[in-house]
């Protein structure tokens, strides 16, 4: 530790560098040995530090070089402040114990479909996608006949509808609780006149009358539909496998395969590879695939239903339960879909 | 639906090697899916869905036909073996039995064809039959009833064996025509039923029920111990009257579920004469009358015109015309190839009589995709226009921000069921006769379309009394009912929480700031305030059994809310700052006493509430003036202005004195 110094008078110019040269290194070696910086700094630059009193000492240096002198002092002060830089510390040598736990602060959590919708929006989002809301409440016209189920058609007994209790409206049907978002289909085409391109995502509540551990009363859907000019089942594909991608992790690839929707042709059923043991069967998923839902090629009288030319137009459309679908993320274990409307805390707070 | 294929079965009509696993992994890729192997009667059994546009699939045959072309297709030798029936000789005249007079109504039977067994024994079903039926889940009985199921189930035609003798004895006329309601029937396990009307029925002369085709014989013509002679009988219905009858009476049959989808009639001749084979056979049953067959309209399969061009538009690759002839040809089709006025290949499908599926042009590219192999198209995201038109008065951005910001400062998102029950309905403020209900519940907790879905909210909180401290959310839509319209679903954003209230108005302030807006609250009642922006009601906040309840309508804050702020420069000047306590009479509220007060002047930048005691309430107030530094001499009036209000507007009293 250096104690206050007398500066001799300094009355020249060698003489001052001279001084500045000595201080520098004896700057250094405190440094080195110092066991309080803050003190050596306040030795230095302090009130009556050593570059304060050889400031006050160059009174002796002739007019003329003064500005010299001036300009090397305060090259000095730069190389002092930037060696004796110390940062703010706590005191030295008190303990502070900072393994201890943090304060408990409420955590609000967002319910897992919305954190799926969320995900599922933005993937489509990214490559053009539309998203979109329609009624949940609606027509037989929108949820049935316009995607060619006419009445009483079998085909309409695997949705197993809710109706609301009101009259017929005399053009549009029974009033129901729609089994699926592809009511949006047409109400999309008409939202846009009839006139494509369409790339939309409508996410939405629907109803069917089941509920078991698969299987809730209420439950959401998320549908696509692209329309354009020279939409083939290619881009299906792609749009699907993208899908899988961004959703599930990369190397998880989808696969379809034939099957029958009214309201679409080709029809396929979607399935997704296994991410434990990618498409070759294990015990979580028997086959090596699940069945995540339905899509196709959007049926010419869907698009003449919403004002749109078969002839010139062609499209795809799919249709997937979010729950159904964000339940095969790997490693989520959701073995009992009702505990997601059950606002059961201790299931949702884990989200 | 699902039919069950035994292995060995299937190969008496399918050539090939093919091992099951393998003839499972190649039609459910092409075809219709297996979704199971079971291994029953040391054979495999196939368990497959097939979709109901399929009904040609829904037989032995049927599948047997799918694999061979599939297989080949993978390169697996595959073929679909003839159908070798022996050929019906008349009978002689001394053997024959006269037929029954059949009286047909066209319009709801499109084909009839049958034959007279003569001297059927009921001999037990063979073990070999007896196998193959519980193979596919069939009760074993004898085999003169177990014949006709087996012969549905191997080539896809329902057929039902009438006690000849007993269809005699009722007058020996068979008339098919709908029934009138209110008549009465007895079906053969012994049941009673009364018609609805409209069900196709076949009725004697006396106008009693004889048969409900398709779907249960009747005690007066159906086989029993003493049958001696069999009338094996096809009929064909009109597919919508058979599943009206079938849903009417809660009877599902294999039949029903055949006729309903449209199976092709062409299909009965053949298993007429399989029934015939069988019955002679089994039971020692000679023919003893000509096959009777009534067929007025022959199917007529319209052709279907599509260009390669439209092929290659749907499947986004070109294949040869060879190569879709042969698909074509190979699923039963005739194919022509022609060229069109541009020398584009143009191809005229006439499809199978069994294939009532295929009717468009789009029918046909499935057809062609599949075989091909969906497996086998690349996977390319569009590269078409992307649209920019967006739905208006939506902001799906601004929905998940303002959910993004009440997960942050502590709230619970939950999701609750939009049909309520009647206890929550009426909670909602609403009466019952001001919901929307619905025709057929599942269950009695949810039968109303919500209104409100505060009293969701509350009951979920009153479920988990054990935590302290609760606050949860839901955004979702109410169901408000609109005369001969849907219902207007009305997006809101409703919060309930235990917390103490004041904590909560500022969870409901900080969450308006988000968006930049900034409500008053103007009280309508002991518990209940609207809250206002810009003049428009966006909500409500109330108090309901010690809860804080904040119900926003979501359309009315997108209206008001805002993405960024209009930025406010920062003042160079400095501020004073002093607090005013005042004691205030009981049930004073203080919203509007800061709003009051912040009147009072232009440099009085702000007024918080700081503290309360019992009745005091204390008040900070900022004071600046922007152009220059406020003095105490500028403040004294002000001061004495604020003072006066509250004392004369809001009968407050000044805590202390002012000098």
Redesign the interface.
């Known amino acids: 530790m250096t104690k206050k110094q007398n500066i001799p008078i300094i009355s020249s110019i060698k003489e001052l560098q001279e001084a500045i040269s000595k201080y520098e290194q004896q700057c250094k070696n405190d440094l080195n040995s110092s066991t309080n910086p803050q003190e050596t700094k306040s030795c230095y630059l302090g009130k009556n530090g050593i570059f304060n009193q050889l400031a006050k000492s160059i009174k002796s240096i002739p007019k003329e070089n003064k500005k010299e002198a001036g300009i090397i002092l305060n090259t000095f002060k730069d190389v002092l402040e930037k060696s004796l830089k110390t940062t703010k510390s706590s005191k030295q040598g008190e303990w502070v114990d900072l393994t201890i736990p943090g304060s408990k602060?409420?955590?609000?959590?967002?319910?897992p479909?919305?954190q799926a919708m969320?995900e599922i929006?933005n993937i489509f989002k990214r490559?053009?996608f539309?998203?979109?809301?329609y009624?949940?409440?609606?027509?037989d016209w929108y949820a049935f006949e316009a995607l060619n189920m006419p009445k009483?058609h079998?085909?309409r007994d695997e949705w197993e509808t809710?109706?609301?209790?009101?009259p017929k409206?005399p053009k549009r049907g029974k009033?129901v609780?729609t089994p699926h978002t592809s009511n949006g289909q047409v109400r999309e085409m008409e939202?846009?006149g009839g006139k494509?391109?369409?790339?939309m995502i409508n996410i939405a509540?629907c109803?069917r009358?089941?509920?078991d551990a698969t299987h809730t009363?209420?439950f959401h859907q998320f549908e696509g539909l692209?329309v354009?000019?020279?939409?083939?089942?290619?881009?299906l594909?792609?749009?699907i496998?993208?899908f899988a991608r961004e959703f599930y992790g990369e190397g998880c690839v989808s696969?379809?395969?034939?099957?029958?929707f009214k309201f679409t042709?080709?029809?396929?059923?979607v399935d997704f590879s296994c991410h434990i043991c990618k498409g070759k069967g294990c015990h979580f998923c028997k086959s090596g695939w699940h069945e995540v839902g339905g899509a196709g090629?959007v049926?010419?009288n869907v698009l003449r239903a919403g004002g749109i030319d078969p002839e010139k137009y062609?499209g795809f459309a799919f249709g997937w339960g979010i729950e159904r679908t964000y339940s095969l993320k790997k490693g989520l274990n959701i073995d009992d879909i009702r505990l997601?409307?059950s606002?059961d805390?201790q299931f949702?707070?884990q989200f | 639906m699902n039919i069950l294929i035994p292995h060995k079965w299937l190969l008496e009509h399918l050539n090939t090697k093919a091992t099951p696993k393998k003839i499972q992994e190649c039609l459910s890729l092409c075809g219709p899916s297996v979704e199971r192997i079971y291994d029953i009667n040391g054979d495999k059994v196939y368990d497959i869905e097939i979709t109901t546009n399929r009904v040609d699939s829904m037989s032995v045959r049927g599948v047997a036909r799918e694999a061979a072309v599939i297989l080949k297709q993978f390169g697996i030798d595959a073929k679909l073996k003839n159908l070798n029936l022996p050929s019906v000789s008349k009978p002689k005249d001394s053997e024959v039995l006269p037929l029954p007079k059949v009286v047909n109504n066209p319009k709801i039977c499109k084909r009839i064809t049958a034959v007279i067994l003569k001297n059927t024994q009921q001999n037990p079903t063979p073990k070999w039959m007896a196998e193959r039926l519980e193979q596919i889940e069939t009760n074993v009985h004898n085999s003169v009833i177990d014949i006709t199921n087996y012969i549905t189930h191997e080539l896809g035609h329902p057929c039902h064996a009438f006690d000849y003798d007993k269809v005699m004895a009722t007058g020996g006329v068979i008339i098919v025509k709908e029934a009138k309601e209110g008549k009465k029937f007895v079906t053969l396990d012994g049941e009673e039923y009364i018609t609805v009307g409209g069900e196709i029925v076949f009725e004697n002369e006396k106008g009693e029920i004889i048969d409900l085709p398709a779907i249960k014989g009747t005690a007066n013509t159906s086989i029993d111990d003493n049958t001696k002679n069999v009338f094996l009988w096809l009929e064909t219905l009109d597919a919508k009257k058979v599943r009206a009858t079938s849903m009417a009476h809660a009877i599902r049959t294999v039949a029903a579920q055949l006729e309903e989808k449209n199976v092709d009639p062409h299909l009965s001749e053949i298993v007429l004469l399989r029934g015939i084979e069988l019955y002679q056979d089994l039971t020692g049953a000679t023919v003893a009358s000509e096959i009777y067959n009534y067929f007025p309209g022959n199917v007529q399969v319209e052709s279907i015109k599509i260009t390669a061009k439209r092929i290659e538009d749907y499947l986004g690759i070109k294949l040869t015309d060879s190569k879709v002839k042969q698909i074509l040809t190979d699923l039963g089709c005739q194919v022509e190839v022609q060229k069109n006025s541009k020398n584009h290949s143009v191809f005229i499908v006439t499809p199978a009589t069994f294939r009532g599926d295929m009717r468009i042009p789009a029918d046909i590219i499935e057809e062609i995709a599949r075989i091909y192999g969906y497996h086998n198209l690349p996977s390319v995201v569009m590269p078409t226009r992307i649209p920019t038109s967006y739905p208006k008065d939506t902001d799906f951005n601004l929905e998940n921000r303002c959910k993004h910001y009440l997960v942050n400062i502590g709230y619970q998102e939950l999701y609750s069921y939009s049909m309520v029950s009647e206890e929550l309905a009426i909670q909602s403020g609403y009466s019952l006769e001001q919901h929307l209900k619905l025709a057929n519940p599942l269950v009695e907790n949810n039968v109303y379309l919500r209104r409100s879905l505060v009293p969701s909210l509350i009951e979920a909180i009153e479920n988990n009394k054990l935590r302290k401290e609760l606050s949860v959310f839901e955004f979702a839509s109410v169901y408000h009912p609109q005369k001969n319209e849907l219902p207007d679903e009305e997006l809101h954003l409703s919060l309930v929480s235990s917390k103490k209230l004041r904590e909560v108005k500022s969870d409901l302030e900080s969450l308006l700031g988000q968006v930049y807006i900034k409500a008053s609250i103007k009280q309508t009642e002991e518990q209940s305030a609207e809250i206002i922006c810009e003049n428009k009601k966006i909500g409500e906040i109330k108090i309901v059994d010690k809860l804080t309840v904040i119900d926003i309508i979501w359309n009315k804050l997108l209206s008001v809310a805002k993405h960024h702020p209009t930025y406010t420069p920062v003042p160079k000047t400095a501020v004073i700052i002093e607090d005013l306590t005042f004691t205030l009479k009981e049930k004073t509220a203080i919203g509007p006493i800061i709003e009051a007060i912040v009147k009072v002047n232009e440099y009085i930048k702000q007024v918080e509430l700081k503290g309360v005691y019992k009745n005091n309430f204390t008040f900070t107030i900022t004071y600046l003036n922007p152009k220059e530094n406020i003095s105490n001499e500028d403040v004294d009036p002000i001061r004495r202005k604020v003072v006066s209000l509250v004392e004369n507007e809001f009968k407050g009293k000044l805590v202390g004195e002012l000098n």
């Not at chain 1, 009624?135 to 027509?139: E, F, I, N, Q, S």
């Open positions: 602060k409420t955590q609000g959590h967002m319910h479909i919305s969320e929006t490559i053009g539309t998203r979109v809301r009624p949940a409440v609606d027509w009483n079998p085909a809710f109706f609301v209790d009101v409206h009033m609780l939202r846009l494509p391109p369409i790339r509540r109803a009358r089941q509920q009363q209420m692209v354009d000019e020279s939409i083939n089942i290619q881009h594909k792609g749009t496998d993208y696969r379809i395969r034939p099957f029958h042709e080709p029809s396929f059923e090629m049926h010419p062609t997601l409307y606002a805390l949702l707070e």
